[in-house]
């Protein structure tokens, strides 16, 4: 079973406005990470969030993590076509801190 | 600085062939993942090298799927023999640190599967 899912699935937007996804997880964490895909492509670091932090932020991108809620947010402002991508968080496994997991992402759409 | 290298980049085989993927990390990075992607869905680990030696395959078919990364650098996973179910995208990603939670993966391109 994932560590991490992502809300909502799937979301379409139009160039300029904000984009919020949301990332779920089951146990305690270290740390939570945001990845980028594009298609066809690996995937790409985009921010790292520790669990005693609460925001983080990193050009247009804005991070969130709510541990008593276990709980994290993704905010890209002002979203622009290139933001079209899947995201994914990934949680590692507490005290085993090697271990990612990934949720199964949200697929944004920025329309032109 | 280079990235993550995998290839080949698309590989299409019939049920029960084998089939073999390379991957050579970023120079430097002791730690090397390899990931399945089936479509719509997040990576799921399949194996973890730290240098030469794996620190996590539980999550690898052992019964089909094989990994080794000689010399602690480049890697291959291969199948052996592939079934339906196996097509998906193959992501290599490397990491300077142990710790995976405290340090970003880099990732491939991913070589993708087809098996027919």
């Known amino acids: 079973s994932q560590q991490g899912e992502e809300d909502p699935q799937a979301l379409s937007i139009q160039e300029g406005e904000n984009a919020t996804m949301n990332c779920s997880y089951k146990t305690s964490i270290n740390n939570l990470q945001w990845y980028r895909q594009n298609s066809g492509r690996g995937l790409v670091h985009l921010i790292l969030?520790?669990?005693?932090?609460r925001e983080k932020h990193s050009g247009r991108l804005r991070v969130t993590l709510d541990t008593s809620k276990k709980s994290s947010s993704l905010l890209i402002t002002a979203s622009r076509a290139a933001d079209t991508a899947s995201y994914f968080c990934?949680?590692?496994?507490?005290?085993?801190?090697?271990?990612?997991?990934f949720g199964g992402g949200t697929r944004v759409l920025v329309k032109p | 600085e280079a990235g993550v290298a995998q290839s080949p980049r698309y590989k299409i085989i019939e049920k029960r062939q084998s089939v073999a993927f390379w991957c050579n990390p970023i120079s430097g990075h002791a730690t090397l993942y390899w990931y399945q992607q089936i479509l719509g869905q997040g990576p799921k680990l399949l194996i973890q090298?730290?240098?030469?030696?794996?620190?996590?395959d539980s999550q690898l078919p052992k019964d089909r799927f094989s990994a080794e990364r000689l010399k602690g650098v480049d890697s291959t996973l291969k199948i052996q023999p592939a079934k339906l179910e196996d097509s998906a995208v193959y992501l290599c990603?490397?990491?300077?640190?142990?710790?995976?939670?405290?340090?970003?993966?880099?990732f491939g391109n991913g070589t993708r599967l087809t098996v027919t």
């Open positions: 990603a490397s990491s300077l640190s142990y710790w995976s939670s405290n340090s970003p993966l880099h």
């Open positions: 990934a949680t590692d496994a507490g005290a085993a801190g090697n271990k990612l997991t």
């Open positions: 090298f730290q240098n030469n030696g794996v620190v996590d």
């Open positions: 969030i520790r669990s005693n932090e």
